[in-house]
């Protein structure tokens, strides 16, 4: 197979999320000749991967799943925020619905990708010994593909059970009567606390920063309510296109200080009552921008979670007087209970500013002021976001540049989906796109919708290279650094900021903008897709 010029594939996809699936969908409606490879055994990308007690998406539905008729049309959810089995069931639908399982290789890793350079052709090779080649090469893979654990001393001598939120095992862990310790109060970390409590022997937390999290608010779904909702779902999906973060709502266009206190408490308080994201997303027009407008919105947040915790100190841990961080500049995750938890007598609070962890041994983990028994050890540390999936599929581009070296200094992509020396790959809901601060389904359909449409355009101008040119590359990656220097998302040390990986270099790594992105993908497209040579 090596001295092939015929590719097996028109184009491989890895990645059976949305935007994976999306794509599928997309380009095998253009007649393309297409196969999917995912390493999991079903498809739902990150439902797959994260079945952890309590796991479920932190964006509502409708504006959580595909706009494609077919699908809405023939799908009914039970919840506002569905859990992982309910998306699972979802994704298994979609690909009934749509026929994509002939096209798909499920169970299936991708162990390394390389650019053929004579052939002008991507050659995979897969876990199980096979090769497969295709003209293009499309990862999927999400942002939150590979699981970040901290580097412990002792972690190898632990003698109970431990694992990363995002590779739960899928015959499940019980944690009736268990000792948990759980590192972590991200949006995971809130989510498995709160199932955890319910029937833990012991659950202590170990929190290095509060999350700021709002609340859910969840509601059951009725089939019947769904067939009157579903009238208006063509405008909200419409819509979801033409905001910064692909919801329906927008932030508003006034200032936070240019209103009264009454106003401006009034529309925090609707926010709030509304639940969701809507208090980060449909908050004021300069609340992520300007530092005293900004402070508003966490003096509101804090003093609505401190009416929900009796012991103070306790409530200047996980609801301090000053802001850990301005408000939003990390994600802030949806809670449905878990202000409440802390009250159980079998939950604690373990403030790792106050004694960092200093090694785990058999039994325990150890801090510099105490020692917490447990049997199950949770890791909630978030992942490698935007580039750890991709550096792990160990691609290589021309001249054998790998994708890790590319992005020694930092992380470059024209678009948000090429990088230069990477000829033929784009890929979808990837680093210096939306992807991050994105609704998913949003972010994955606009930019499948792009990718399809390009490769239409090449095959009927019978292109078979394209490149990103390195003006263009280095334009847009400055364009994503200037658009986060207008906000103060630099001021959190997030996993937006790439600041949760040691020795990943600082910078915003997604675009701050949905309407924003596609805009920039029109244009290039309506001008024969400049910035890539062809
Ligand atoms: P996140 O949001 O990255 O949260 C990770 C959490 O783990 C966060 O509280 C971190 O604290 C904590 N963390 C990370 N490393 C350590 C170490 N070494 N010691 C102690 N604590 C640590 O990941 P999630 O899985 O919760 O959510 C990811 C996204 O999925 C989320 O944003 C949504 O978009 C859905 P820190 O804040 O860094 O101090």
Known sequence: MSGKTTPDYDAVIVGAGFSGIYLLHKLREAGFNILLVDAAAQPG???????????????????????????????????????????RTYFRHVCDTLDL?????????????????????????????????????????????????????????????????????????????????????????????????????R?????????????????TMTEEGQVCEKQGYPAIFEQRKQTSGGFEYQSLEKSALEVSDEE??????????????????HNFADMLTNREANRYAYDFWRDKVRERIVDPALAEKLAPAEPPHPFGTKRPSLEQNYYEIFAQENVALVDLKETPIVRISADRIETQ????????????????????????MNITGLGGLGLAQAWNDGLRAYLGMSVTGFPNMLFSYGPLSPSGFANG??????QGDWICDFLIW???GGIKLFDAEPQAETTWTEIVAQAGAMTLFPEADSWYMGANIPSKKRQLINFPSVVGYAAVCDDVAQNAYRGFAT
């Open 369 to 392: 002021d105490g020692a917490f028994d447990c049997d199950l050890i949770v890791f909630a540390t978030g992942f490698d976001a935007g580039r750890g999936g991709l550096i792990d």
């Open 101 to 201: 399982w002939p096209h798909m290789r499920l169970g299936t890793r991708v162990e390394s990708a390389r650019f053929a350079e004579k052939a002008s052709l991507w050659r995979l090779h897969l876990d199980g010994g096979d090769t497969v080649t295709a003209r293009f090469l499309l990862p999927a893979l999400g942002f939150a593909s590979k699981p970040y654990v901290p580097d412990i001393p002792g972690l190898d001598t632990f003698a109970g059970e431990w694992c990363h939120t995002a590779r739960w095992p899928q015959e499940g862990i019980d944690l009736a009567g268990r000792k948990i310790c759980l590192i972590g109060t991200g949006a995971s970390g809130v989510q498995v606390a709160q199932e955890a409590a319910k029937s833990a022997d």
């Open 203 to 219: 659950l202590t937390l170990f929190q290095r920063t509060p999350i700021l999290a709002l609340p859910m608010r969840q509601e």
């Open 264 to 281: 401006r408490t009034a529309h925090f308080e609707h926010l709030w009552q509304r639940g969701g994201l809507k208090f980060w997303y």
């Open 45 to 87: 990308g990150i439902w797959y991967w994260n079945r952890y007690p309590g796991a479920r998406v932190d964006s509502q539905v409708p504006l959580y799943e595909f706009s494609l008729p077919d699908i809405w049309q023939t799908w009914s959810w039970t919840e506002r925020f569905p859990g992982w089995e309910e998306l």
């Open 458 to 460: 090449l095959r009927q």
């Open 441 to 446: 389904p949003t972010s994955a359909e606009i």
